[in-house]
Every structure is written in structure tokens, then in C-alpha cells.
């Protein structure tokens, strides 16, 4: 991400989603001048972490930018895990502010590929929802997006040959294969596949090895990414994460 000082931004409104979800939308004089199209990108939001009296830093995407409205919304999933992140999210109000960096670079499927896998848990909907949206009207494939509880549903408009499948895990710190299960189980299309994929470490892991080994997808055209990992704050998570990429290649 380029060195730029965050924004100090201030909450206008907020609601949930779904049971598990919470759209908090941000604005402010500082939120002007924030590059347009950077939905899916990531963001760094500073919140306060209570137990140790200061801020940390904490991960989130761009869900939608309205340049216009001079607005950004931010979905998160409520973990319930105790996390700075988390908590901050369940009680904003309108008027709380946030410092916010970014966004950082974003990363889309390749939308001139043959066929399009997205897979992701919670804390992936937010950019799969955005790489949804911007698929072309022929394209064929799948989503898969594991959510805590069928209420976490959440509407979308697809091509006519591209299916949503939901699975539903209400212990993922417990049961972390049903995502991958899912996705093996759908048929492998002809044709050369762009896929995205970002969830819970382990469960990045098998996916990875599922798209790069067995399926022989080229490097260039997975995406696979770890956005948190179980019984792990941020901070541990990234080293964790750093190990990983340094011996995956
Ligand atoms: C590029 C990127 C984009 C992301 N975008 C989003 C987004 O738009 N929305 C979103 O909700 N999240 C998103 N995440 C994930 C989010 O950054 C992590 O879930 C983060 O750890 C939450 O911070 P926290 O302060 O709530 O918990 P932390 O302090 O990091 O962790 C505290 C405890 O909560 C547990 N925990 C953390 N996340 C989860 C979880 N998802 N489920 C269950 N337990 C958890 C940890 O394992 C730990 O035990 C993204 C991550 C990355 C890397």
C-alpha cells in the first residue's frame, strides 16, 4: 500500500446486512479525493483495541464507493471472537470516526478467462460480492461462500450460467473443510479457469493445494489469500502469512 496518512473519517450510518453482517458507511470531508473504481481493494482501518489501550491495525475492503454521495461502505463480519475489529464494528454510531488507510491494490478475477470459480467465507463476501457484480454476462462458473447461519444469505443478480452455492458452517473454528468440500464436488468446466479464493488460513491452504496441484491451474491464474486464522489476531496472522508465502512460492 502507498505510504499516504490515513483519512480520518466519521461514521454516517450503519446497519446489518444480514444477522451476522454489518454495513457501516463512512464519509467526511477527508473521504474526498478517494480514487474511484477501487471497490474489492483493501483498506486499513486503526481501531481501538480496549484491552491494551491503544490502536491497532486491522484489514478490511472497499465494499462500495460513492464518489458522488462522497461515501464508503465497509461490511463486517461480526466474529463475535472478542477482536478489536469486530467489537469497534458492533457498536459504531453514526458520528464514531475511524482513521482509515488505503486503499491498497485490488485484486479481480480475470474476466476474460473461460470460466470463474470465487470461493470465501464471511469475511470474503464483501469481495466476492464485488467480483460478482463486475462479471461479464456470459460468464459461466461458480461461487461458493460459507456463512455462519442461512439467514447470512445475501441477494445477488448473476449470468444465467453462474451459480451462487451457499454452505453453512455455524462452528468454523471447529468443522474448516466444508468450503473446499463444496468446491470439489462441483464439476471442473472446459477451458481455462480464473479463480479467487480467500478465507481462514487453513482452509486457503487446501484450496490452494486443490487449484495448484490437483486441478494444475497456473500460477497467474489463482488468486488464494488467508484473511484471518483461527485463535490468531491480525498481527500473528501476518507473520504466520509471510512463512507461508515465502515457502508456497
Ligand atoms: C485483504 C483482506 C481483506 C479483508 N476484508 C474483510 C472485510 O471486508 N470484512 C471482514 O469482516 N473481514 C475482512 N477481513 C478479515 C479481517 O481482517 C479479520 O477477520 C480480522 O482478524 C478481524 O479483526 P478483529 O480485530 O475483529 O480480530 P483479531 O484481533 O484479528 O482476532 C481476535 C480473535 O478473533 C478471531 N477471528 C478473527 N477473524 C475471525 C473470523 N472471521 N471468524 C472467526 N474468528 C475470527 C481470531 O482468530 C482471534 O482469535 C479481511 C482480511 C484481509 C487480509
Known sequence: MPKSSPRKLTVI???????????????????????PNQESAYIKLQVPDERQDSLVTRTYTVRNYRENLNELDVDFFLHGDGGPASAWASRAQAGDEIAVAGPGGKKLLD????????AGDMTAL???SVNIEQLPDHARGYAVIEILHESDIQAFQTPDAFEIHWVINPTPEKENTLLLDKVMQLPWLEGNPSIWAACEFSSMRAL?????????VPKKSVYVSSYWKCGLSEEQHKKIKRTDAETAG
Open 111 to 118: 474476466f476474460s478467462a473461460d470460466w470463474f470459480v470465487l
Open 208 to 216: 490452494r493445494r486443490y487449484f495448484k496441484q490437483d486441478k494444475n
Open 13 to 35: 450510518s450503519s446497519h446489518q446486512i444480514t444477522p451476522n453482517m454489518k454495513r457501516i458507511t463512512l464519509g467526511g470531508s477527508a473521504l474526498e479525493g478517494f480514487p
Open 126 to 128: 464483501p469481495a466476492i
